[in-house]
């Protein structure tokens, strides 16, 4: 399923309803914005109304939808966080097996009644009753954003499961398991359970030698049909760095999984990392949205002084919320990084860097000294640039080299 927020005509569902946004400059990309929330729970059942403030619709191609319903307890910036995530899964991926084309995936979601909750509080320990959970739990506590402190001190007593809990949605009712239907049951998901089955003998997961303490669990997710879901979920986490940064064990989720980082996944699970690149890429495509609490410099770079690198890392584009003055640092990879209202510095570090700006190349002034590209402007502040090759507008893209 091809999704495309860049183009000459963007169209933004917002609570009100369609919203057209059409800008000169084809290359300017619209993000998800907090409009996309909605809080107009009518069109759902008396459970939902009683238990859920707010929503985003994922629309799919078939013209259908995937709700994420979230309580007030839920920021709006976990609740798009989702949605983005989400949409990461979903979106094509050029020329690998199973994720050229998504289409039937987010179809079969939406024909099977995919809709994820997100309630307060945590697993064990939430406001809501289990009989309200009406879809795939995130948790409150569970699912931190970027650029907040459980994210930036990597805190695993709110260990970040939205990658894990998304993809078991995406794998449980789009991809299809051993009990339910799916796009990619005959194909995928046949490759997936061999991988399991090979990465139960040899240890790599699940071993309860290693951990005979889960015994039960492995158990029962036998009896359930669920040990695919769990053992790919680990391979994520690891692949993308959200174990890498536990101080705790030598291994990932819980240790349960054997591979800690990217690189311990390609080199000890061989099948898992197969699995993993057949669908998704090996970048994080979404815009993050940094947390407007933070203030300092968000590195995208690998930084053993500051353990969160170990996940993003992997982002491709960042952006800065709120307004206090603060920075982003980027990868070797192709970024797009947005500033907030502030006063921001951005360092795009190697690749083809843009810095995307919400306004006209006419309404701001740009000037290029000894400390950088220096653009400025009403609502973002006086940003410095470095090492950036683009900046973005919504009528024109400028090469910096051609100031």
């Known amino acids: 399923m091809k999704r495309v927020y860049a183009a000459t005509a963007i169209a933004i569902c917002a609570a009100s309803g369609a919203l057209a946004q059409t800008y000169e400059n084809p290359n300017y990309t619209s993000y998800p914005e907090p409009s996309l929330i909605q809080r107009d729970l009518g069109e759902f059942g008396l459970i939902v109304r009683r238990n859920y403030d707010k929503f985003i619709a994922y629309k799919t191609p078939n013209g259908g939808t995937v709700p994420l319903l979230a309580t007030d307890d839920v920021s709006d910036e976990q609740l798009l966080r989702a949605y983005n995530i989400l949409d990461f899964y979903l979106t094509d991926v050029p020329g690998s097996r199973y994720g050229a084309d998504k289409t039937a995936v987010a179809n079969t979601m939406a024909e099977n009644g995919a809709q994820m909750v997100l309630p307060g509080g945590a697993d064990g320990s939430s406001p809501i009753w289990g009989w309200a959970l009406v879809g795939q739990p995130l948790y409150e506590l569970e699912f931190p954003v970027e650029g ?3 994210y930036l001190t990597n805190d695993y007593e709110q260990r970040d499961a939205g990658f894990e809990e998304i993809f078991h949605m995406v794998h449980d009712y789009g991809i299809g398991t ?3 239907d799916g796009a990619l049951k005959d194909t995928f998901q046949v490759e997936a359970a061999k991988a399991t089955a090979d990465a139960m003998e040899s240890g790599v ?3 309860t030698e290693r951990m005979p303490d889960i ?3 492995i158990k029962e997710l036998g009896a359930e049909g669920s040990l695919q879901q ?3 979920a680990a391979i994520l986490d690891s ?7 536990w101080t705790d064990g030598q291994y990932g989720m819980w240790g349960i999984y054997e591979p800690k980082t990217r690189a311990d996944v390609r080199k000890l699970d061989p099948q898992g990392t197969a699995l993993v690149e057949s669908f998704l890429p090996d ?3 979404y815009m993050a949205r940094i947390d407007p609490s933070f203030s300092g410099t968000f590195d995208m770079s690998l930084n053993s002084d500051q353990p969160y690198t170990h996940k993003s890392q992997y982002l491709l584009n960042a952006r800065l919320l709120g307004d206090l003055p603060s920075g982003l640092s980027g990868n070797d990879h192709d970024n797009i990084l947005i500033g907030n209202a502030g006063d921001n510095m951005i360092d795009g570090q190697a690749g083809q860097d843009v810095v995307q700006f919400d306004m006209a190349s006419s309404q701001v002034t740009v000037s290029k000294n000894a400390a950088g590209v220096q653009v400025s402007g009403d609502g973002i502040g006086t940003d410095t640039l470095r090492n950036i090759e683009i ?3 919504h009528d024109r893209d400028i090469a910096v080299d051609q100031l």
Not at 239 to 245: E, I, K, L, M, S
């Open 148 to 150: 907040s402190l459980p």
């Open 205 to 207: 997961w699940g071993s």
């Open 283 to 285: 970048m994080i495509t």
């Open 239 to 245: 692949y993308y760095g959200y174990w890498a940064g």
């Open 178 to 180: 051993r009990n339910t």
């Open 215 to 217: 015994a039960g669990w």
């Open 230 to 232: 769990e053992y790919l």
């Open 391 to 393: 900046l973005r507008f």
